[in-house]
């Protein structure tokens, strides 16, 4: 079958405000459309099963003066230990592809971690590493037109997938699936292992971390990810052998950090190299394995809960701000001995209006909670989802 030629990727300052040289977007430019919604609009329509979360993109928000400082305060915060951990996720990433990855982030939490991976390695090793950021959607899959570039340009075995964080595992599991229909159909078989910055959620064997800590990427959308909008899936306007698409809002570069996010983390870089080659000796000594005691509590936690539907709970911290920044909150779960790891989620939901309740024995920081429904009738007197309603 004859396919029509691949598309280039795009890159800075004419697509994202990242250098051309620090990421390479497997992406199509849909900056042209008007592609936000309402937020409970979408709401309803993916819960409805009405149209799949990608094909539309939410309202960006707009951070509040108390909140940016909320974010400044957790880079200063956290930088020495974002710092370690990019070191130890990269240095198992030099090791698990013989010192040649090509990193692949998962656009667009992956992408700054990607970079900052890509950084440690100029930085300690000297090695320049290349670095994409393609689109994956849960329910659609991995971008196949950006599998297919990849495969056109790079042995399978060097690609490494990279992401910011795990919840519960869906990405995880979305990526193997993804990754098994790709070589059943093309006979082009990619590794499956993707390394994060932390796994709270012990789905994969290659990351930082494994705390739930604030990794301030989160705090922010487009502002700390290149101006770049999540990324979309919609048939009426990418073609078949085309990128998925995502915008580029260059009209948000007066509130953009996500340079200055890179630089404030890889400062660190050279105080942390013995403490990164302990950690990364520790780690590939001890070969950890997934658990999946994340989805295990998700699932505990939508019985418990009535909610009946794991897709509507949302653990770590990374997860439940995006809840708040992005879906219709019910509730966010806390675990008080992490209260101040969660300050910038507290601040969200007391804006949002979002109840907080403080769960001792809770396996995250905190849990967001999507809300399963949008009348008063979906919710019983006790406050817990009415199944069926």
Not at 149 to 157: G, Q, R
Not at 167 to 190: Q, V
Not at 272 to 285: F, G, I, N, Q, S
Request: proline share 7%; glycine share 8%; with cysteine.
């Amino acid at each position: 079958m004859n396919l029509p030629p691949l598309p280039a990727p795009l890159t800075g300052p004419g697509f994202g405000s990242y250098a051309a040289d620090e990421v390479g977007w497997l992406l199509k430019d849909l900056s042209h459309l008007q592609l936000e919604a309402p937020t409970a609009e979408r709401e309803r329509a993916i819960q409805s099963g009405a149209a799949n979360y990608a094909e539309s993109l939410p309202v960006e928000y707009t951070p509040s003066a108390e909140y940016q400082a909320l974010y400044q305060d957790a880079v200063e915060r956290a930088g020495v230990r974002i710092a370690t951990a990019v070191g130890v996720v990269a240095e198992q990433a030099l090791a698990a592809r013989d010192g040649r990855p090509v990193l692949v982030s998962l656009a667009r939490a992956g992408t700054p971690i990607g970079i900052l991976m890509r950084r440690w390695a100029m930085a300690v090793h000297g090695i320049e590493l290349p670095h994409f950021t393609m689109s994956i959607v849960r329910g659609v899959g991995l971008d196949e037109t950006a599998l297919r570039f990849l495969a056109a340009n790079f042995a399978p075995e060097r690609i490494l997938f990279v992401d910011g964080w795990t919840g519960k595992g869906a990405i995880s599991r979305e990526l193997s699936a993804a990754l098994d229909g790709f070589a059943e159909k093309t006979g082009t078989r990619f590794p499956a292992d993707l390394a994060v910055l932390a796994d709270p959620g012990h789905c994969v064997s290659m990351f930082g971390t494994r705390e739930d800590y604030l990794i301030p990427s989160a705090c922010l959308n487009s502002t700390v990810s290149g101006l770049v909008s999540r990324t979309v899936f919609n048939t009426d306007h990418i073609d078949p052998h085309e990128f998925h698409g995502a915008k580029f809002y260059s009209e948000l570069s007066d509130s953009d950090v996500s340079n200055d996010f890179l630089d404030a983390i890889s400062r660190h870089f050279a105080d942390v190299v013995p403490d990164v080659e302990r950690l990364a000796a520790e780690h590939l000594a001890a070969a950890p394995e997934p658990s999946w005691i994340g989805w295990q509590a998700v699932e505990r936690i939508s019985t418990d809960y009535g909610i009946n539907n794991v897709n509507l709970v949302k653990p770590g911290v990374g997860e439940a701000t995006r809840v708040l920044l992005r879906r219709v909150p019910w509730k966010v779960l806390v675990n008080p001995a992490a209260r101040d790891d969660v300050a910038h989620v507290l601040l969200l939901a007391g804006q949002r209006g979002t109840p907080v309740e403080e769960v001792a024995d809770l396996p995250y920081s905190c849990v967001g909670l999507i809300h399963p429904a949008f009348d008063k009738s979906a919710v019983g007197a006790d406050g817990r989802a009415v199944p069926n309603a």
